[in-house]
């Protein structure tokens, strides 16, 4: 027997039952083009490492597994992400230091800035990291990292956690053994990109990425992992990319060079180990002032997968 005469009393009916009219929403569900969310931001080396280095006298490296600091969007309510689908963080570690063995389903990258003598073990292989080189730890891969010395070591990891906390299917434990014993010592592995490698392969590199974003780009792997993609990318002094934004979201990581950086509607002024924020569909446009290498890490590989990556 249907008693509702007013729409009134027909919507405090739906709203009962937990649905809403999809002729009647408090907001939109469908609009013409991507909303830019997340803010672009920029994080700054020099103002970092000095932190890092307090925290490596203050931070006993047993108590915090990883020292690492990780870069939240100052976007109002984030807690955690870099950028809709990313983490980034910077981490130090000292010689005679050993982050404990753990796995979890996010895939994981490190950026590697500074520092010799540290090595990352990875489901039992043990492999160098050196600056410049890039190293993977795909989803469900034990991974550690040692530091034998003479340095201090800095890297920027990039992590797909928040898509995992969109997704839902976190997993994560510690070995059994908390240090993962070495299988074997490895000089080279398709989990690690070395520098000089890059180097090589935009030496040989003649043409720009089609679409003007940077001088020269190379991808590391194909695409580095399911949902993370890396492209190492180098451009002279003087060089402007162009306007350009994308669906895909991207967390940039300056390994040489300097120069500034439009991003949404902040100018960012960059040089050696900062991280800049690149949201899906905020305009961006790169100016260099000394020669640079960029690391761009996006999430590229989840939208083509899902034929949702744009740009224009
Ligand atoms: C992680 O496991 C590492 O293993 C680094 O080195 C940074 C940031 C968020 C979540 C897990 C690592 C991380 C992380």
Known sequence: MITMKTLEELYVAIEHLNMEGGWHRRQPSLWPEPKANFLSAHWRYAEVKPILEAAGHLVDHHLAERRNLTLTNPLQGNWYSTVRTLVAAYQSIKPGENALSHRHTPNALRIILEGHGTYTVVNGMRVEMRPGDVLL????????????????????????????????????????????PVKENVASSPLAFRWENSVHRL???????????????????????????????????????????????????????????????????WSKGDVLAVPSWQPYQHHVMEDAHLVRVSDEPVMRAFDFLYGR
């Open 137 to 180: 730890t795909p989803s469900w891969h034990w991974h550690s990292h040692e530091a034998i010395g003479p340095d201090e070591c800095f890297w920027v990891d990039v992590l797909d956690v928040p898509l995992v906390h969109l997704l839902e299917p976190m997993f994560f434990e510690h070995h059994p053994e908390r240090c993962e």
């Open 203 to 269: 030496d040989a590199q003649t043409e720009s990425p089609a679409n003007g974003t940077a001088e020269r780009e190379i991808e590391l792997g194909s695409p580095a992992m399911k949902t993370i993609a890396v492209h190492v990318q180098r451009m002279s002094a003087g060089f402007d990319s162009t306007l350009h934004k994308t669906t895909a979201n991207a967390v940039f990581t300056v390994l040489s060079g300097s120069g500034t950086s439009r991003i949404g509607d902040h100018e960012f002024k």
